[in-house]
């Protein structure tokens, strides 16, 4: 109702949302023909009726923005017109890692070692996401290495703080920001492991840790997954290595330790690819599209 009222004193422009529901309420209720409604999606419906009823809404959205090319496809595949659709990844600020601490500053920080070998994971610990692999991993990896999850909340903080040692394997809840970025400062190896086994996680996500680490100047591992693939090239800005396999990270990550040389060609070169995720990046070209509209 408050975006109703909002939305009804607007002269015209554009309607834009990641909530389907709500853009098609008022869609229905408030269409006029110089306003565009857009639909920002992350995500799809599971059940086949779910599906039925997204699609009956999306159908009604002028445009429609998908955060990947797989998401792009499922519509384009349905018959959506190609020129209402565009793929916007997510993306990063890049000040905010310009910005970080150098590496000892920031272990200085969290009270660790300076000769530790630390890998560094920051997000939700959701199954799908492979905090469970990089648990999986810490006691794989030389007992020179720490591995360092952070961000998890509620059952997933629980389980894997059920894991944590304290020597190899430290586990952190959900920090600010700014906090958690403190713990990719610190690291030597930053690491993606998204599950193979989730849908969204093997066709249709856009991490934003994935450009917050690209940004970083750290050399990351990254599950190969098409999602991935999508914005990573291989031995290029990252290695990549198979899913949910916590020996392929383990070897991965001492390849990273002992070739400085892979590593700072690795970090450089991802650092330079962050530039194309910036969010004002992103805004142009969505308000490139927009005005491009037929």
């Given at each position: 109702?408050?975006?109703?009222?909002?939305?009804?004193?607007?002269?015209?422009?554009?309607?834009?949302?990641?909530?389907?529901?709500?853009?098609?309420?008022?869609?229905?209720?408030?269409?006029?023909?110089?306003?565009?409604?857009?639909?920002?999606?992350?995500?799809?419906?599971?059940?086949?009726?779910?599906?039925?009823?997204?699609?009956?809404?999306?159908?009604?959205?002028?445009?429609?923005?998908?955060?990947?090319?797989?998401?792009?496809?499922?519509?384009?595949?349905?018959?959506?017109?190609?020129?209402?659709?565009?793929?916007?990844?997510?993306?990063?600020?890049?000040?905010?890692?310009?910005?970080?601490?150098?590496?000892?500053?920031?272990?200085?920080?969290?009270?660790?070692?300076?000769?530790?070998?630390?890998?560094?994971?920051?997000?939700?610990?959701?199954?799908?996401?492979?905090?469970?692999?990089?648990?999986?991993?810490?006691?794989?990896?030389?007992a020179s290495w720490e591995v360092h999850l952070v961000g998890g909340i509620g059952d997933d903080l629980r389980?894997?703080?059920?894991?944590?040692?304290?020597?190899?394997?430290?586990?952190?809840?959900?920090?600010?920001?700014?906090?958690?970025?403190?713990?990719?400062?610190?690291?030597?190896?930053?690491?993606?492991?998204?599950?193979?086994?989730?849908?969204?996680?093997?066709?249709?996500?856009?991490?934003?840790?994935?450009?917050?680490?690209?940004?970083?100047?750290?050399?990351?591992?990254?599950?190969?997954?098409?999602?991935?693939?999508?914005?990573?090239?291989?031995?290029?800005?990252?290695?990549?290595?198979?899913?949910?396999?916590?020996?392929?990270?383990?070897?991965?990550?001492?390849?990273?330790?002992?070739?400085?040389?892979?590593?700072?060609?690795?970090?450089?070169?991802?650092?330079?690819?962050?530039?194309?995720?910036?969010?004002?990046?992103?805004?142009?070209?969505?308000?490139?599209?927009?005005?491009?509209?037929?």
């Amino acid at each position: 109702l408050s975006a109703f009222l909002f939305v009804a004193r607007l002269p015209g422009g554009v309607i834009y949302s990641r909530d389907l529901f709500v853009l098609t309420v008022l869609g229905l209720l408030s269409r006029h023909r110089d306003r565009i409604f857009v639909f920002e999606v992350h995500t799809l419906p599971r059940s086949g009726a779910a599906r039925r009823l997204h699609l009956w809404a999306a159908r009604r959205a002028d445009a429609i923005v998908a955060i990947s090319d797989h998401l792009r496809d499922w519509y384009r595949d349905r018959g959506f017109d190609s020129a209402r659709l565009l793929v916007a990844r997510d993306g990063v600020n890049l000040a905010t890692f310009a910005a970080l601490p150098d590496r000892n500053a920031a272990r200085s920080r969290l009270g660790i070692p300076a000769d530790a070998r630390v890998v560094a994971y920051t997000g939700h610990f959701y199954r799908w996401k492979g905090a469970d692999t990089l648990a999986a991993t810490a006691p794989l990896l030389p007992a020179s290495w720490e591995v360092h999850l952070v961000g998890g909340i509620g059952d997933d903080l629980r389980r894997l703080e059920a894991l944590a040692d304290g020597e190899r394997l430290h586990v952190r809840g959900h920090l600010p920001q700014r906090d958690a970025a403190l713990y990719v400062a610190a690291a030597d190896v930053v690491v993606l492991p998204n599950s193979g086994h989730s849908d969204i996680s093997v066709a249709y996500t856009s991490p934003l840790k994935l450009f917050e680490y690209l940004a970083s100047g750290r050399p990351l591992v990254a599950s190969d997954l098409p999602s991935i693939r999508e914005v990573i090239e291989p031995d290029e800005h990252a290695l990549l290595v198979l899913a949910d396999d916590p020996a392929a990270f383990a070897a991965a990550i001492v390849r990273l330790g002992d070739d400085p040389d892979l590593a700072h060609r690795l970090a450089a070169s991802a650092r330079d690819h962050a530039t194309a995720f910036a969010w004002p990046v992103r805004a142009r070209l969505i308000a490139q599209f927009l005005e491009a509209l037929p």
